[in-house]
């Protein structure tokens, strides 16, 4: 059996993008530092005010997203190929639309990859969820020569593209983006789910506008040309009610990725507005839909 490769609702709605939010990038707001954080309900209520389509989480949370009227994704790792098929199958049963997937730690021989992806499509098929391999730091596919390898020899993977890992951990960068452009056509063939975060090559996660003298301008450039060629590859593969999630994932300050600093008086600030920039990464993904499939 063909594992299924798209979220898919069923309905003869043209292909269409949904915004999921992330419930570990939703945490911790709002803007450090406040008084008054959000709980994780009151952070869904802004999400379907703002017009997200789902959210990704939990599998604990799949009964409040809808109560929301979201819908809901989720995420895991496998280590090992017996744990594909328990964390799939759970991720089935609770109603997940997919799952995203770190798989390994990239310190894995071909043999060890090519068993931990076995073990993936044959769980994806046998439950038959959308299983996508996100591409990050310390996993099978955290740089690009050796995701090319592996699609090579396992051409049915999917992945959910989290640009932000490859930019930042190969310093595009360095050699220039358009000579390593060429290198990401195996990922950007094979995305059915995207992670909005921008790099700038340097640090995973940095802060963006869209004026061109903004200092991340270049990067934003890049990171819609990345997200509109897979986008524009997941549509010709696409076909009635199908569905391409991107969820914005901006990590917390407690992670590490959204820097922070203290003021005078000591206190921690976090630099950069996370649910705003959330809302700006909402707002270019859409307009790069826009120009790949029409308004």
Wanted: one cysteine or more.
């Amino acid at each position: 059996m063909t594992p299924s490769r798209h979220v898919n609702d069923g309905s003869t709605r043209p292909p269409r993008l949904a915004i999921y939010g992330n419930q570990w990038a939703m945490g911790e707001l709002p803007r450090w530092p406040n008084q008054h954080p959000w709980s994780f309900q009151e952070t869904l209520d802004r999400m379907v005010a703002a017009g997200f389509a789902g959210i990704q989480a939990d599998l604990n949370m799949r009964g409040v997203a809808a109560d929301c009227g979201l819908r809901f994704a989720t995420s895991g790792r496998i280590n090992t190929p017996d744990a594909a098929a328990p964390l799939i199958g759970g991720a089935r049963d609770a109603g997940a639309d997919c799952i995203t997937l770190h798989v390994g730690w990239g310190l894995e021989s071909d043999a060890e990859i090519d068993a931990l992806l076995d073990a993936v499509h044959a769980a994806a098929a046998k439950y038959d969820l959308p299983a996508y391999i996100e591409t990050h730091r310390a996993t099978i596919a955290q740089d690009l020569w050796r995701i090319g390898q592996f699609v090579a020899r396992r051409r049915e993977v999917r992945f959910n593209g989290d640009f932000s890992h490859l930019y930042c951990g190969g310093e595009v960068v360095y050699p220039g983006f358009a000579q390593v452009l060429p290198h990401f056509v195996p990922v950007l063939e094979r995305v059915c789910f995207l992670h909005g975060r921008i790099s700038n090559g340097e640090s995973i996660q940095v802060d963006v506008g869209e004026e061109r003298e903004h200092p991340q301008h270049a990067h934003v450039q890049n990171f819609q040309r990345l997200w509109e060629s897979s986008m524009r590859h997941w549509l010709a593969r696409s076909r009635p009610g199908d569905i391409l999630p991107f969820a914005p994932e901006l990590g917390p300050p407690s992670s590490g990725y959204s820097i922070t600093s203290r003021d005078d008086d000591g206190t921690v600030v976090e630099i950069s507005d996370r649910w705003a920039q959330t809302l700006l990464l909402k707002r270019l993904a859409e307009e790069c839909w826009c120009r790949v499939a029409g308004p």
